[in-house]
């Protein structure tokens, strides 16, 4: 007897229709339809994906997408301008209204394709390569519960959600405050489910101000995740170690040139550390974006803080760093989301910054700033001078650059910097007062 074939889950009218809409429609058909699929692979049928994946560039690179800039973009891409097919997917599509269904739908077949995938894989290592079980189960249990929510009860989720908003007002539970001065002033803290990206230049301080929401974070009692993956965790102690003491500094420790008086107040330090710090989990060894993913979920911090995107190990995404950078920032959205939590992405800047007259960044200077700027709940970085122009500006002053605030201010913080010593302050007079002899 023949085994049976089975066909995998796929909605080809759905495809053409959405594809009729954003051909005959305009930039909102686009965004919807951007928003939903995420993944080029969502199209089962070849010249559908085809189709989308030239929609897709033609949307990037902000060109209106017409019957003839597709046409030629088609030409350009694959050899074959389809034009015959192309014209055919203006009768696909019964309303541009329903563009988002289309979407739905075709995302929702493409996950279920990619859960049988995964079921199956996850079958196969489960006799052949135990190793790869965890990595498997994480992306399977994810795909679980994206399919699980594709399509939820709009009567019970209403009621659900209103409940959840009126708990958070009254238990005041959405709002994390830095507990720093001149980070709350702008927003009143990060907001759980939300990505706060920080940004700057080599040696203006970004780790330094990490360290310090770590410290206002822990005094209240949250817990807190770090992913270092350009300082060690050794490294990130000593600073640590510095900006608690009372009159340690940084370079001494490096140095190990420490006085017995200092060597006394090191050591207790380190074991005051040691007893305050007990909800604060710190990585050094994580590599790769899905083993971050999945520590995250296992030990649910209300904090997590990446130092820095660029070093994350993308698997899967051959397109280039922009696309990377993109699944990073997609990743975190999803599982703030899943985990109630919020997260601080540490970003570097582009070489841009050094040949302008005003050295200040700005939200173009993040290496991906569309991606960057379309998912932060905030955008800031931070500038310190004195590293431009050593004569112009304040050794102990440093600025908190607030480029975007969903639910704030945006503006310019002038702020105390003492690199030393590892802290920053409110003022530029309490960091001068801070460097001891």
Same mark, same amino acid.
């Not at 686009?30 to 994906?49: G, L, S, V």
């Not at 739905?104 to 894989?121: C, D, L, N, P, V």
């Given at each position: 007897?023949a ?13 053409q ?24 692979n969502?199209?089962y049928t070849q010249d559908?994906?085809?189709i989308?994946?030239?929609m ?16 030629e ?30 979407a739905k ?5 493409y996950?279920q394709?990619?859960t049988?995938?995964?079921a199956e894989?996850?079958?196969n ?25 594709i ?7 209403i009621e ?12 005041d ?23 706060t990206v ?6 203006h ?17 949250y ?27 940084y370079g001494?420790?490096r140095?190990?040139?420490?006085s017995?008086n ?7 330090? +380190? #074991? =005051? ?5 007990? /909800?604060? @989990?710190?990585y050094d060894?994580?590599? &790769? ?18 130092d ?5 190990q993308v698997d ?8 990377e ?24 800047l582009?070489r ?9 960044p ?7 700033s569309?991606?960057?700027?379309q ?14 122009? +050593? #004569? =112009? ?5 440093s /600025?908190? @650059? ?5 639910? &704030?201010?945006i ?5 105390g910097?003492?690199?030393g010593?590892?802290?920053f ?13």
């Amino acid at each position: 007897m023949a085994k049976e074939v089975k066909i995998m889950p796929s909605a080809s009218e759905a495809e053409q229709a959405l594809l009729g809409c954003i051909l005959e429609g305009g930039e909102r058909e686009q965004e919807i339809a951007m928003a939903w699929i995420r993944d080029d692979n969502a199209f089962y049928t070849q010249d559908n994906k085809d189709i989308w994946l030239s929609m897709a560039e033609l949307y990037k690179d902000g060109v209106e997408i017409d019957f003839v800039t597709l046409s030629e973009k088609m030409k350009d891409t694959t050899g074959d301008s389809k034009a015959y097919y192309i014209s055919g997917l203006s009768e696909s599509f019964v309303s541009k209204s329903n563009v988002e269904n289309y979407a739905k739908i075709i995302w929702e077949r493409y996950i279920q394709r990619e859960t049988a995938k995964s079921a199956e894989a996850l079958l196969n290592a489960s006799y052949e390569d135990y190793k790869e079980v965890g990595s498997i189960l994480e992306k399977h249990s994810k795909l679980i519960e994206e399919l699980r929510h594709i399509q939820p009860s709009k009567i019970r989720d209403i009621e659900v959600l209103v409940e959840e908003m009126k708990s958070t007002v009254e238990e005041d539970t959405n709002l994390i405050p830095f507990n720093l001065g001149h980070l709350d002033t702008f927003a009143g803290g990060m907001t759980r489910k939300e990505i706060t990206v920080l940004g700057g230049r080599p040696g203006h301080g970004k780790t330094t101000l990490v360290i310090n929401i770590i410290r206002g974070l822990i005094e209240q009692g949250y817990r807190v995740m770090l992913f270092n993956r350009e300082m060690s965790n050794t490294e990130m102690l000593k600073k640590m170690v510095v900006m608690e003491s009372s009159s340690l500094k940084y370079g001494d420790i490096r140095r190990n040139d420490l006085s017995e008086n200092n060597k006394v107040e090191f050591e207790a330090v +380190s #074991e =005051k550390i040691k007893g305050t710090y007990g /909800e604060f @989990i710190m990585y050094d060894n994580v590599r &790769g974006l899905d083993d971050c993913l999945r520590e995250i979920a296992k030990h649910k911090p209300d904090v997590v803080i990446d130092d820095y995107i660029q070093l994350i190990q993308v698997d899967g995404v051959k397109e280039g760093r922009r696309f990377e950078i993109e699944r990073i920032m997609q990743e975190y959205k999803w599982i703030c989301k899943q985990e109630n939590c919020s997260s601080i992405l540490v970003s570097q800047l582009n070489r841009e910054i050094e040949k302008r007259l005003d050295p200040r960044p700005r939200m173009s200077d993040y290496a991906e700033s569309g991606v960057i700027e379309q998912t932060a709940e905030s955008a800031m970085f931070v500038f310190y001078g004195h590293n431009f122009d +050593s #004569e =112009k500006f304040n050794p102990y002053k440093s /600025e908190i @650059i607030v480029a975007k605030s969903r639910y &704030g201010k945006i503006g310019t913080h002038l702020v105390g910097f003492n690199g030393g010593r590892c802290k920053f302050y409110m003022n530029s007079t309490m960091a001068e007062k801070d460097n001891i002899a």
